[in-house]
Nanobody, 121 residues
Framework: VQLQASGGGLVQAGGSLRLSCAAS????????MGWYRQPPGNERLLVAA????????YYADFVKGRFSISRDIAKNTVYLIMNNLKPEGTAVYYC???????????????WGQGTQVTVSS
C-alpha cells in the first residue's frame, strides 16, 4: 500500500490549506482513511477520518467547524481542507489508511510520508 501526501506549506493564521493523499496498491473493500498531525515533540493525534464506503466522518474537537475531510472515490484520494488555521496547527500532517476504518482507538497500519504545515502568527 502506498500513500502519497501533498499540499502542506506555510500559511498565516486564519488562512487555509488543502492536503491531498492518493492511495494505491491495495484491494481492501472495507477501509477508512484519515489525517493525523504531530507537532514537534508531541504525540501523533487523529485530526479527521472518513469511511470509504459510506463517507461518514469523524473530527477531533480541536478542528470541528474549521476542517473538512472528503474523498474522491475515482481518484482513490482523500482531502483535508483546513480553514481558519491557528499557530497550534503547526505540525507534520500524515495521512493513514486502515482495513476496517481509521479511529481513535488504534493507530492505522499504513502511513503516508507526512507533509509539513506551518502556521505563522
Amino acid at each position: 500500500v502506498q500513500l502519497q501526501a501533498s499540499g502542506g506549506g506555510l500559511v498565516q493564521a486564519g488562512g487555509s490549506l488543502r492536503l491531498s493523499c492518493a492511495a494505491s496498491g491495495h484491494t481492501f473493500s472495507d477501509y477508512g482513511m484519515g489525517w493525523y498531525r504531530q507537532p514537534p515533540g508531541n504525540e501523533r493525534l487523529l485530526v479527521a477520518a472518513i469511511d470509504w464506503s459510506d463517507g461518514s466522518t469523524y473530527y477531533a474537537d480541536f478542528v470541528k467547524g474549521r476542517f473538512s475531510i472528503s474523498r474522491d472515490i475515482a481518484k482513490n484520494t482523500v482531502y483535508l481542507i483546513m480553514n481558519n488555521l491557528k499557530p497550534e496547527g503547526t505540525a507534520v500532517y500524515y495521512c493513514a489508511l486502515d482495513d476496517g476504518g481509521v479511529s481513535k482507538g488504534s493507530l492505522p497500519y499504513y502511513w503516508g510520508q507526512g507533509t509539513q504545515v506551518t502556521v505563522s502568527s
